[in-house]
């Protein structure tokens, strides 16, 4: 039985056994569960996937920490009309080698303000980004290496 599921079925047996099925009831009870599944992970052989959540959980709040980043230096490009830019588009070499793994670094970057991912090479050994302002370019490459892109070769791999 995949994890998902018995985590849903303990969910509903937990609103069965409290005699309420709003949402927030089963909500403590999804919650409760995999609390519960955690605990016994070596026992029923779940402990990848408990792994796994928890490192696409913090591959999300990787993301939200960027896009708070980015955003406040966009404002600040945005209200500093004065400010010298360095647009640049960047050939970033990528180390994830999976369409799905690829697509997702792409459209994490495009999503955060500032930047946009414009193409990937024929060989799928290349992204290239646009980026608003550049003032170092092995910075903006390592950050990606060190951020989005290691964090979702640890998750998916």
């Known amino acids: 039985m995949s994890v998902l599921l018995a ?7 937990w609103g069965a056994v409290t005699g309420s099925f709003d949402f927030l009831n089963l909500l ?6 995999s609390l519960a599944l955690w605990l016994i992970r070596e026992q029923v052989g779940t402990s990848g996937v408990v792994t796994r959540v928890w490192l696409a959980l913090t591959l999300a709040l990787l993301f939200v920490y960027e896009l708070v980043k980015s955003s406040v230096r966009v404002a600040i490009i945005v209200l500093s009309p004065k400010r010298e830019l360095n647009p640049a ?14 697509t997702l670094l792409a459209n994490l ?29 092995d910075a ?6 060190n951020g989005f892109e290691r964090k979702i070769m640890e998750t998916f791999r």
């Open 28 to 33: 403590f009870g999804f919650l409760l569960a």
């Open 140 to 145: 903006v490459i390592a950050d990606i290496q």
């Open 7 to 13: 985590n849903v079925v303990l969910a509903l047996a």
């Open 89 to 102: 588009i960047i050939a970033y070499p990528l180390q994830v080698d999976r369409d799905f793994e690829i």
């Open 109 to 137: 970057i495009t999503l955060t303000p500032g930047t946009l991912s414009v193409d990937v090479s024929e060989d799928r050994e290349t992204l290239f980004i646009h980026c608003i302002d550049v003032p170092d370019v």
